[in-house]
């Protein structure tokens, strides 16, 4: 009888793998952790605190601007949509915006 070779390279662990879900959260770090404040930012919007919870957005979109400013395209993963700069300047003037309408009165 022959005997079965061993293969060469040993198999992957599934931790090693780019597909899994701890991956994709890796690979998302930025947006995994800005959708929960979104989602906490909207939850105080329902609660009846409409110019805290424009504050707060206005404030994380200020934050994620900084971020994609510094950080690298690969680093930020799916925040990196246009070049760089447009981006950032997209994200300001919504921040603007947002800030500016969510203090207006009677809105």
Do not use: K, Y
Request: proline share 8%.
């Amino acid at each position: 009888m022959a005997s079965v070779p061993e293969p060469t390279t040993p198999p992957r662990s599934p931790a090693a793998s780019p597909f899994t879900l701890r991956a994709a959260f890796r690979r998302q770090a930025v947006l995994t952790i800005a959708l929960p404040l979104l989602a906490v930012c909207v939850v105080i919007g329902i609660a009846g605190h409409a110019v805290l919870a424009g504050l707060l957005i206005a404030a994380l979109l200020l934050v994620l601007a900084a971020v994609r400013l510094l950080l690298p395209t690969r680093a930020v993963g799916a925040l990196a949509v246009r070049s760089r700069v447009t981006d950032t300047a997209v994200m300001l003037v919504m921040a603007l915006a947002i800030g500016v309408l969510s203090g207006s009165p009677n809105l």
